[in-house]
């Protein structure tokens, strides 16, 4: 199949694209640096863009048998109105624009990034694909982020909104930013940390992805994390273990805040998510639990 993926230089996307490389399938990558990555394939056909804008990047799109739209700025940064401008208009643009190059009549498969923020802060409640969005900023975002995916379906395409939890892999990602602080003998829970963590290996996020490419009948919004969410307690306790360090240094919220802004907040509250859609239609995850996922990662 031919199969475009924007923000295809990311974190996801350059697995992904080995992945589907290996697979046999033709890849075209949308991505704003000039040149690709010294480590991506030769095979793939590369494509340098400013997404949020139309140009000659659209004229890809009409002839893909699937487009895979990863791409958005990093939420873990500190937010201030300009980074937040940034993480919204980076999804919302360039989906806009994405879909509007799609040709009516045709059938492409669209499966577009969105996250488990969708739900907004959730304390213990047990969400799946049919609860309703938050009311914080993240869930704003994937509110709009879908609501322009699922523009495409007006023109025949099937649509899966791929709401994200959070990813551990070894290259990047939340991880990225714990294993250092960890490292440093001051890595420990967030809070109070009974937040909610729900997360996903990134073998059972690719896996998701062909599983949920190759299945026509799934369509409209599935969770792609874990079916054992933990608590942020849990998660260091854990990430302590496998690296031969203590978790009894806890960062105070109000220090969190000041350091990380509004984003702050975000990592002090969470919610406990369940990927029904996909063990509905039979996916098996192969890192379920938490220990085995942190102990692959780390190797």
Request: proline share 6%.
């Amino acid at each position: 199949m031919k199969i475009l993926i924007t923000g295809g230089l990311g974190f996801v996307g350059t697995q992904l694209s080995k992945r589907l490389l290996e697979q046999g399938h033709q890849i075209t990558v949308v991505d704003h640096a000039p040149e690709p990555r010294p480590y991506t394939p030769s095979q793939v056909q590369y494509l340098s863009a400013d997404t949020t804008r139309p140009g000659a990047w659209q004229g890809a799109v009409s002839d893909q048998d699937v487009v895979v739209n990863l791409a958005g700025a990093s939420i873990f940064r500190r937010w201030n109105a300009k980074t937040k401008e940034l993480i919204y208009n980076s999804r919302i643009l360039t989906t806009r624009n994405l879909v509007e190059a799609f040709p009516s009549g045709r059938v492409i498969h669209l499966l577009s990034a969105s996250a488990v923020g969708y739900y907004g802060p959730s304390g213990d409640a047990f969400l799946q694909e049919g609860d309703p969005p938050g009311s914080d900023f993240l869930a704003k975002v994937c509110l709009d982020w879908e609501a322009e995916a699922f523009k495409a379906a007006d023109k025949g395409a099937r649509v899966v909104a791929m709401r994200f939890g959070i990813i551990l892999g070894k290259t990047g990602g939340a991880l990225g930013q714990m294993i250092p602080a960890f490292k440093r003998f001051v890595g420990g829970p967030l809070g109070h940390g009974r937040q909610w963590f729900s997360w996903i290996h990134m073998e059972d996020l690719l896996g998701a992805i062909l599983f949920v490419m190759e299945r026509e009948n799934i369509h409209g919004p599935a969770n792609f994390c874990s079916p054992n969410p933990v608590r942020n307690e849990t998660l260091a306790r854990v990430l302590g273990k496998l690296l031969h360090r203590p978790t009894f240094f806890r960062t105070p919220g109000l220090i969190l805040k000041l350091v990380m802004g509004e984003f702050g907040s975000v990592l002090l509250e969470g919610q406990r998510v369940f990927p029904g859609v996909l063990l509905k239609n039979g996916y098996s995850f192969r890192y379920p639990n938490i220990e085995k996922a942190l102990a692959e990662v780390l190797g």
